[in-house]
């Protein structure tokens, strides 16, 4: 199945000049969804993960139910102020300004095999910042995993873990 038939470009979202990669139409799917959960799952087996971290918040919808599958646990990485308890921060640069995700800081047991999973690899900026985060809380990073990779960003650079990507973009 061609997945990419089931993913749609909206121009000039969230601001002009941007073609964003909507998943939606892909999860509203059932066959083309399975079908990616399928491959996400074939490709991190190897991996032998113990945990899924999901980047908020389409990487939670990539991440559950491929956990799932594998037999692992699922930890979600969000936006500051968002999970309740004791989180652990970190803040990174963004191409103008700043943000910072948060993970609990129970999450992780210490050298547990971790892959860090969203929906799209752009620049690599958050991505990098939930494998530093997840480190943090003392993760063996062992991979990372995206639905869609925009190659010309070169975001996989930023990234010191291997990258699973299942559909390429050129941009």
């Known amino acids: 199945m061609d997945l990419k038939q089931h993913i749609r470009?909206?121009?000039?979202?969230?601001?002009?000049g941007i073609l964003f990669y909507d998943i939606s139409t892909l999860l509203k799917h059932p066959g083309a969804w399975k079908?990616?959960?399928?491959?996400?799952?074939?490709?991190l087996r190897p991996l032998k993960p113990d945990l899924l971290a999901g980047i908020e918040s389409r990487?939670?919808?990539?991440?559950?139910?491929?956990?799932?599958l594998l037999g692992c646990g699922f930890v979600m990485i969000r936006k500051k102020g968002k999970l309740p308890g004791k989180t652990i921060p970190?803040?990174?640069?963004?191409?103008?300004?700043?943000?910072?995700v948060e993970i609990q800081s129970d999450a992780i047991e210490a050298g547990q095999?971790?892959?860090?999973?969203?929906?799209?690899?752009?620049?690599?900026g958050t991505a990098a910042a939930a494998v530093r985060l997840c480190r943090m809380v003392g993760a063996?990073?062992?991979?990372?995993?995206?639905?869609?990779?925009?190659?010309?960003?070169?975001?996989?650079n930023r990234l010191d873990v291997p990258v699973t990507s299942l559909l390429d973009y050129e941009f």
């Open 90 to 100: 970190h803040t990174y640069d963004l191409e103008y300004g700043s943000d910072t």
């Open 113 to 124: 095999r971790v892959v860090v999973v969203d929906d799209l690899l752009a620049t690599g």
């Open 140 to 156: 063996n990073v062992v991979g990372s995993a995206f639905i869609m990779e925009l190659t010309g960003l070169k975001g996989r």
């Open 9 to 16: 470009g909206i121009p000039d979202f969230p601001k002009p």
């Open 35 to 43: 079908e990616t959960v399928a491959e996400m799952t074939e490709a």
């Open 59 to 68: 990487g939670f919808l990539v991440a559950a139910p491929v956990a799932v």
